[in-house]
């Protein structure tokens, strides 16, 4: 099992410019303007965001955990 | 009758006692005078509550029985769809919507069992919040210092609460709250397992993890008011078939027998003395002994956290393209992160999220209810940012939740229960398995019969 380090953070392996070019992509890719006095908010949320994520990420699973939503008809 | 109980109304209004018209109409002047000074309330249904009011007193003259909670003032947060009004959820996005043209699941059944509704609930925009703040609507003020948050994101529903202003509110829970109110405020408030309660027109944030549930000032209140709410419903494709198991009657079968025990290793990190005094007492009085460790707590909390992101703003990307300028800049920014996180990262929560399940159902084969604190400390002042968390200063906002999200996030029952410390009460989450709401509720009566457990009157003037 490989377990990071809790503050590590995804984003941080990338640069600032890095970060800041993926969201710009993001953006157009989802259609969403963005405007420049936002985009301060936008990074810090997203560092922390994926910091999270990579703390749940670096837990290995077995295939075979289905995820959790289920369907009851 | 201002701090009267939800039970002790109901006895009184079918015993002939009191007219359910007075009732009301006091509630309404309470409202009127001290809600200035809360902004719990973003409506006051006057008009309805009082139209109410006459057709129930008439009924009771005709010989009708009412049901358990007879001429009940109560509240509901404003993402509930409430007939004839607009569904806020906090926003200012949604004043443009078209009026609920029917009452949320909720409102009915309290309606049905006798109760009358009297408004509608401040919240945090869109319930992404945990302090009970709106950019749009101001600050929410807790009744025991108005200089202090109520918690969030019902802030409204632990206000009105707590300040004597409704015996009984409506409210919702994704990551904490209903449960982070109740802690801040000090009220008895409910999250029931996940799928137990209707979640039929009310205004939604996080699919997987959205709850609904009451707040009350006593323990009895909330399991008669939970008993009249639960029930299947079709209209809702989360809601459990199960049938509804009512917890009132065996409110008061004590706790011998049950196997209860502190959660330790995550649920200590960070918590205050108050967060510490607080589960000690309660500890102390329901005789426990030992702790148990939930396995991985802090990936839960974690995965919590990337599962709202990404569902919340999937929910919100829409809105975000039309109204982007229009939300509150700190619920905006989040909601645009989320919608860039990559898929699979949301859907590793969502397997992480399985496994952590599959480890708390083996952990409650060998105890029935887990205590654990509800925040890591008392009420903050409006407007602070950070606090110590282990002698760092850390953000305060994202932090509050951080006891409540590994547990909504499998949605296990959770009653939490105030502890009247001084200055500011704290509350402690009593967490039992799946579909044992009733576990929980007979040690939060256990608590509060003992005294340990109860909700402080605070001064409010007008």
Redesign the interface.
Known sequence: MVRAAASESAASRLTPGDLQGYIAAAAVLLDLKIDASWLPGVQVSLETALTHANLVSSFVLLDEIEPAPTFRT | MEWSSASEIAANVTSGEWQVASVIEQALSRIESINPGLNAFSEVTADRARARALSLDAQIREGKRLGPLAGVPFAAKNLFDLRGIATLAGSRINRDHEPASRDAALVERLENAGAVLVGALHMSEYAYDFTGDNAHYGPTRNPHDRSRITGGSSGGSGAAVAGGLVPLALGSDTNGSIRVPSSFCGVFGLKPTYGRLSRARTFPFVS?LDHLGPFARNAKDLAVSFDAICAPDSED?VCS?RPAEPTAPQLCKGIEGLRIASAGGYFRKGASAEANEALERVARALGVKWEVELP?A??AR??A??IT?TEGASLH?DR??TH??EFD??V???L??????PAS?G?????????F?ERLLELFKHVDLILAPATPFTAPPIGQQTFLFNGVETPMR?NIGMYTQPISLIGFPVVVVPVPLHPLPIGVQIIAPPWREDLALRAACVAEELGVALAPRPFLSS
């Open positions: 997987s494709p078939l991985e802090d990936r974690s995965a956290y990337v992101a990307l975000l393209k982007g300028a800049p700190a905006r920014d989040r645009i992160a989320g919608a860039m996180m990262l859907l590793q929560a969502q397997k992480f999220r399985r496994w399940h994202p």
